[in-house]
C-alpha cells in the first residue's frame, strides 16, 4: 500500500528542486534517514536515482521553455561523471555498508549541507539580484566562463561530493554556477543545474544499484510525487521571489547538516 508521506515527501522536494535548482539530495536525503529511518547508504543510492528521475523530468519541461544553457551542461558533465565513475571505483573496493563508509558519508554529507547552507544564505542577504533575461547577443556572452577549465575542474569535484553523499549536484551546484556564470539569468543558472545534474546522479545512481545500496519500493513512491512537483516548480520557476525562496531553503540545510555532523 502507498505510504502517503513518502509521495508527499517527493512532491515537496520535487517542487523546490524545480524552483530553485536545489534539493534533491540536500533535503531529500536527510529527510529519508531522519523522518523514515532509512540507512545512510540506502538514502544517497535511492536518493541519487530520485534525483536522476525527477530532474530529467524537470529538464525536459526546461527545454520545452528553451531555457536550458546546452554549452555549460557540456563543460560540467566533462569533469563529473569521470570523477562519478572513479569514486564508485572506490565504493566498491570499500563497500558502500562498512561503518567507515556510512561515518564519511554523513560527516561529509554535514558538512557540505552547512557549506550550502551559509553560501545560499549569504547570497540571498547580500547578492544582487539577477537579471530574469538578456539579449541573445549577451547571453552567448554570458554562457562562457572565464576559462574552459573551471567548469569541468568544478564539475570534477560535484562529481566526486555527489557520489559519495548524493548531495552537491543541486546545493552546490547552484553556488558554482553563480560563481563562475555570473552575468547568465537565474532561470538559465537553474536549469543548467537540473540538466547537468541527470546524467551525473544515473551514473552514480545505477553503480550504487549495481553495490545494492538503492530501495526500489520507496524510490517508486518517491518519484509518484516528485515528477509532478517539478513540473509545477518549473513552470512557477519564473514568478516565485528569489531571496525568499533561498533564506528558507538555507535554514533548513544547516538544520540538516548540524542534525547529520552529529549523527
Known amino acids: 500500500m502507498p505510504d502517503v508521506a513518502i509521495i508527499f515527501a517527493g512532491f515537496a522536494v520535487g517542487l523546490i528542486v524545480g524552483l530553485t535548482g536545489v534539493g534533491g539530495g540536500s533535503l531529500m536525503t536527510p529527510i529519508l534517514i531522519f523522518f523514515f529511518g532509512v540507512k545512510p547508504y540506502l538514502a544517497v543510492g535511492t536518493d541519487l536515482l530520485f534525483a536522476a528521475f525527477t530532474k530529467l523530468g524537470g529538464t525536459v519541461s526546461l527545454a520545452r521553455q528553451r531555457l536550458v544553457p546546452w554549452r555549460v551542461v557540456g563543460q560540467l558533465c566533462a569533469g563529473s561523471i569521470p570523477a562519478a565513475i572513479a569514486t564508485l571505483g572506490v565504493l566498491h573496493a570499500l563497500g558502500p555498508a562498512s561503518p567507515t563508509v556510512q561515518s564519511l558519508m554523513t560527516s561529509t554529507l554535514g558538512v557540505a549541507l552547512l557549506l550550502t547552507a551559509a553560501a545560499m544564505l549569504y547570497?540571498?542577504?547580500?547578492?544582487?539580484?539577477?537579471?530574469r533575461t538578456l539579449p541573445d547577443d549577451e547571453l552567448a556572452k554570458a554562457s562562457h566562463a572565464r576559462h574552459w577549465s573551471l567548469p569541468v575542474v568544478f564539475g570534477a569535484v560535484i562529481g566526486t561530493l555527489v557520489t559519495?553523499?548524493?548531495?552537491?549536484?543541486?546545493?552546490?551546484?547552484?553556488?558554482?554556477?553563480?560563481?563562475?556564470?555570473?552575468?547568465?539569468?537565474?532561470?538559465?543558472?537553474?536549469?543548467?543545474?537540473?540538466?547537468?545534474?541527470?546524467?551525473?546522479?544515473?551514473?552514480?545512481?545505477?553503480?550504487?544499484a549495481s553495490l545494492g545500496s538503492v530501495d526500489w519500493p520507496l524510490l517508486g513512491q518517491l518519484l509518484a510525487g516528485s515528477l509532478p512537483g517539478i513540473w509545477l516548480g518549473t513552470r512557477l520557476m519564473r514568478h516565485t521571489p528569489e531571496r525568499l525562496v533561498r533564506s528558507a531553503l538555507s535554514v533548513l540545510l544547516a538544520y540538516a547538516g548540524l542534525k547529520l555532523i552529529a549523527f
Open 123 to 131: 547570497k540571498a542577504a547580500r547578492g544582487k539580484q539577477l537579471r
Open 164 to 208: 559519495l553523499t548524493s548531495v552537491g549536484a543541486g546545493a552546490i551546484g547552484v553556488s558554482v554556477l553563480l560563481l563562475l556564470f555570473p552575468l547568465l539569468p537565474l532561470p538559465r543558472i537553474v536549469a543548467a543545474d537540473i540538466a547537468y545534474a541527470v546524467p551525473l546522479t544515473l551514473v552514480a545512481g545505477l553503480g550504487h
